[in-house]
């Protein structure tokens, strides 16, 4: 009797173990702060991020003005920088010779309506060409200079190196989605952790899939507890900003002064605000979708009333069910969150981290409506459709040279066809481009989601 009793205490142990175990996996995880570096002044990281150089390497700039004629300037700048689009920046090599690097406004910059926005996530890059950046025409340039210019060749030879080795894997299937994470991947195999060395063999296997993502507007960071859409970038938000030195950089102690500017940057990104919608809205319609919104959505996505609720949550795969390619691969190519944990970045008095989660932080959502397309892989074009996955188009195309915004659907005007067709076609059956998941808006009648729709304009 005895016996029977203790096991059938034990089962019940173990019964009600898994449950909390099992409910645990099951529910949002909210991300705690991380305290970040003070003092930070936005106007230096406003200077620093559009003139400075973060990235030391380029392309000498006589073969850059020759290969870009005459473009449209949005951002004018002075000095060296003049005439030079927006997403360059002009930086002088040890040897005095002036070099084009591409800054971070090649990915966090976007012209809407024929107005430069900082800070907006770029969905006009094009990582699906395979012309432009192969080692074909790198070679050719480098011939060029090796003959009739070698002082720009030296000044050159190590962004041609790198550009080489990284280009052939920075390939997507469609235009308009971004290649950074896998770039991150690339240049960590390529770099030693703690000294940043560059490794001409890579390091560690890079992984087979380039997974595509949008790129989220730097609105939103002052938010969040947790960068990526993973959530995953805790501890000093400055380290994961500075990233983008890996591309070019000889030896820490460069990335030393290039972090000595971190808190700037941080207090641009933070001080940067989400563009006003521009068209009408209709204010008592709005309304009703705010007390929908903070009925269905403000759980996960916060509430935008004065209070300015944002619960900074990380929703599991299996509530959010959109395409886990991009979460899962922390797990099935641990490597590179090693190589991370164990660099530089989480050396120092500031250290950063990476802390991997099987799901997607639930992103504030200020400005929404000029950040399409949606989810973190850009699969869905509006916000219509966001909310109403039955009206999810499985491939679908939008006009990159001539873009047209839908402002009553919030998103792209796009075409759906019946078959996969060239880049410019988001195809929504190829991995990591999956358009499932995110089910919330379906349980709303079509007036509730108009409303709703009519609320996200006024974030
Ligand atoms: C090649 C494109 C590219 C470049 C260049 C680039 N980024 Fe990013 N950035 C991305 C993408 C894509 C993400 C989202 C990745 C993810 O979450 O998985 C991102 C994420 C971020 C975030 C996190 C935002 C959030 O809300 O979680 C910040 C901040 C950021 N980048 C700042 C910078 C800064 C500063 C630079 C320049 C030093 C830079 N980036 C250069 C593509 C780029
Ligand atoms: C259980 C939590 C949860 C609820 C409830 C929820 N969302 Fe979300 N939402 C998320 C997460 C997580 C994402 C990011 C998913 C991804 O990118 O894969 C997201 C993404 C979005 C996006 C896309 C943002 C972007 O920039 O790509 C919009 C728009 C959105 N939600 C609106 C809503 C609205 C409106 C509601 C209410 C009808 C709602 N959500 C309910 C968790 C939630």
């Known amino acids: 009797m005895k016996k029977l009793l203790t096991l059938l205490i034990l089962i019940l142990l173990f019964f009600s173990y898994a449950f909390v175990t099992n409910r645990h996996s099951d529910e ?32 000498p700039e006589n073969i850059f003005r020759m290969g870009i004629g005459k473009p449209k300037i949005y951002l004018k700048r002075d000095d060296i920088n003049e005439g030079i689009p927006h997403d360059y920046t002009a ?60 002082k720009k060749y030296k000044a050159a030879a190590t962004f041609f190196e790198v550009a080489k080795t990284i280009g052939p894997y920075l390939y997507t299937e469609a235009k308009g989605v971004n290649a950074a994470d896998r770039l991150a991947a690339v240049l960590a195999a390529h770099r030693d952790p703690v000294t940043f060395k560059w490794i001409q063999e890579a390091s560690m296997p890079i992984p087979e899939a380039v997974i595509p993502t949008d790129v989220p507007a730097w609105w939103l960071l ?13 501890g000093d938000f400055g380290k994961f900003l500075m990233a983008s030195n890996l591309l070019t950089v000889t030896d820490t102690s460069e990335s030393a002064a290039v972090d000595k500017h971190m808190p700037d940057v941080l207090a641009y990104i933070n001080s940067l605000q989400p563009p006003k919608y521009p068209g009408k809205i209709d204010f008592n319609k709005a309304e009703k979708g705010r007390i929908l919104f903070n009925d269905h959505c403000a759980e996960c996505h916060g509430s935008y009333d004065d209070e300015n609720f944002y619960p900074n949550l990380l929703i599991p795969q299996s509530i959010i069910q959109t395409d886990s390619l991009l979460n899962q691969s922390n797990y099935s190519n641990p490597q590179f969150v090693e190589w991370f944990n164990k660099s530089w970045f989480t050396a120092g008095d500031h250290p950063a981290r990476l802390e991997p989660f099987k799901g997607y932080i639930a992103p504030p959502l200020d400005g929404v409506w000029i950040t399409a397309p949606y989810l973190h892989n850009g699969s869905v074009p509006t916000i219509e459709t966001v909310l109403n996955s039955r009206l999810r188009p499985t491939y679908w195309a939008r006009n990159f040279d001539q873009p047209e915004y839908d402002y009553e659907k919030l998103g792209w005007k796009y075409r759906v066809l019946d078959q996969p067709g060239n880049n410019t076609t988001y195809n929504t059956r190829l991995p990591g481009y999956g358009n499932e998941g995110h089910y919330f808006g379906d349980q709303l009648s079509p007036e509730e989601r108009m409303a709703v729709i009519e609320y996200l304009k006024t974030l």
Do not use: W
């Open 28 to 59: 949002p995880v909210p991300i705690p702060p991380s305290p970040q570096r003070e003092g930070g002044n936005a106007r230096l990281g406003y200077d620093y991020l559009i003139n400075g150089d973060y990235v030391k390497g380029g392309i």
């Open 91 to 150: 930086v002088k090599a040890a040897n005095g010779e002036i070099l084009i690097a591409p800054n971070c406004l090649q990915c966090h910059a976007q012209v809407f309506d024929d107005k430069l926005y900082i800070g907006l996530g770029n969905s006009f890059a094009d990582f699906s060409d395979r012309e432009t950046l192969n080692n074909k025409n790198l070679e050719k340039a480098e011939k060029f200079l090796k003959t009739f210019a070698p």
């Open 222 to 234: 002052k938010k969040k507890n947790g960068m990526f859409y993973n959530g995953f970038g805790r």
